[in-house]
């Protein structure tokens, strides 16, 4: 039996790509040919560019290749950011198209990103078995209410199209949305496809050498606090906050007297006229001084993976991005929700009030700040009080519930290997002979 070959085409943005990797991997570790197929990022999304070398450097055993981007973006682009990305990754279908066809191999599975809905039709046309890869919770599949998914109502409904769809989740973690899926909530109007839960797939780290100089500085900072003592802040690739914020973020950061690892990038207000990053300048007048012996600000990024296992994070101020979620649950680690942008919002109520697994901010609704006294208190509860401990056994469950699943004959393999079971026999209803 030849070795089977699926080709992953994951959407735009580093969100995307990373959990598409990550599933890459897994698909090596069983054995399985693997090729990424990137959509060139744009000039001026450096960030892209920059994730998708790191990625394919670090994985020498996945294919990485880079197709054309469409000679036109979306046709509207004054359209919700949802049917921009939906609009330019339909206008990649003929590039594609000319991609699968000019692979010297056969495909035996196309794993689309939840955003390349319209990479049916290329599939349809090459009879090639589609699947999708859903990077977010499965409760964003079957929580029909929302507006995010009332607006993504198209993608949805050509998901049902699929063959099935691969979650990054496990069974425990979501039960009552994997009943709703199966009860035909997403779309009442069409079957519901197969849904395997197959995570947590996530960062593990850069395990390439052991050496202080090969490490981040905030890594070897970190090294020297003390065991569950510092607040981690990072908001996700895009997640770039107005100068007035960052203001009460360092008044709270300094009023709770904890240590912190921030991750600053430059406010949206200054990108074009003020590209280097100045914190002098952005921070409060004499911050970094006052903080330099508790606290640490990482410009633009920081190795998130390696941050979130460190004995010494004691908790996550987090945009709920579910990669990050994914992540902070396997170190058992204790966040606080600030959700910025697209579904995290989302993503915000479904860990706050279904998995119980962290606690929300108040004042970003509505673009107003989140104030320092706020900050300071949303820390002290998670690190101080009765609260915050029940919260962090909280995660400790749900950490050894991951790993349950991911193991051996856990839900998560099982349901890989039903995915194996289910393509194996779409081949053979199609007459392709693996």
């Not at 004054?78 to 000019?102: I, Q």
């Not at 900072?221 to 100068?243: M, N, Y």
Request: charge should be negative.
């Amino acid at each position: 039996m030849k070795r089977k070959t699926f080709v992953l085409f994951p959407s735009l943005g580093v969100g995307h790509l990373n959990p598409m990797v990550e599933l890459a991997k897994h698909l090596r570790r069983h054995g399985l040919g693997v090729v990424v197929a990137v959509i060139d990022p744009r000039d001026d999304d450096a960030t892209s560019a920059d994730a998708t070398a790191r990625l394919a450097a670090a994985n020498p055993s996945v294919t990485f290749r880079i197709l054309p981007a469409p000679a036109t973006a979306s046709p509207d682009p004054g359209a919700h950011r949802v049917r921009r990305s939906l609009d330019t990754l339909r206008l990649a279908n003929p590039v594609l198209l000319e991609f699968l066809r000019s692979l010297p191999a056969a495909v035996d599975a196309l794993l689309l990103d939840m955003f390349c809905v319209d990479a049916l039709d290329v599939a349809a046309e090459l009879a090639i078995p589609a699947y999708f890869f859903f990077p977010s919770p499965a409760s964003a599949l079957a929580d029909k209410e929302s507006e995010t998914t009332k607006i993504r109502l198209y993608q949805f409904k050509r998901m049902m199209e699929g063959k099935g769809v691969l979650v990054n989740s496990f069974d425990w973690l979501e039960p009552k949305a994997l009943k709703a899926l199966a009860a035909g909530v997403c779309v009442p109007d069409k079957p519901t496809p197969s849904v395997y839960c197959v995570g947590p797939l996530v960062d593990a780290g850069n395990k390439v050498g052991s050496g202080a100089e090969r490490r981040h500085a905030c890594l070897v900072w970190l090294d020297a606090q003390p065991r569950r003592s510092v607040v981690f802040l990072s908001f996700g690739s895009q997640g770039a906050l107005p100068a007035a914020q960052l203001k009460e973020i360092a008044r709270g950061l300094e009023s709770s007297g904890h240590r912190f690892l921030w991750v600053v990038r430059n406010p949206p207000e200054e990108q074009a006229t003020s590209p280097e990053l100045d914190l002098e300048r952005l921070l409060p007048a004499g911050f970094l001084e006052r903080t330099k012996g508790t606290g640490m600000v990482a410009k633009n990024w920081a190795p998130q993976a390696e941050v979130v296992q460190h004995e010494a994070v004691g908790v996550f101020v987090t945009h709920c991005g579910w990669n990050s979620t994914l992540e902070a649950i396997m170190s058992a680690l204790p966040m606080i929700c600030w959700p910025l942008y697209a579904e995290k919002a989302m993503n915000k109520v479904i860990m706050v009030e279904e998995m119980k697994i962290a606690v929300p901010l108040d004042g970003y609704e509505e673009g107003g700040l989140v104030k320092a006294e706020e900050v300071e208190a949303k820390v002290r509860l998670v690190m101080e009080t009765e609260e915050g401990r029940k919260l962090r056994e909280k995660l400790v469950e749900t950490r050894d519930m991951a790993l349950d699943a991911v193991k051996e004959g856990g839900s998560s393999e099982v349901a890989f290997d039903e995915f194996m079971r289910d393509l194996e026999k779409s081949s053979l209803e199609n007459g392709v002979c693996s």
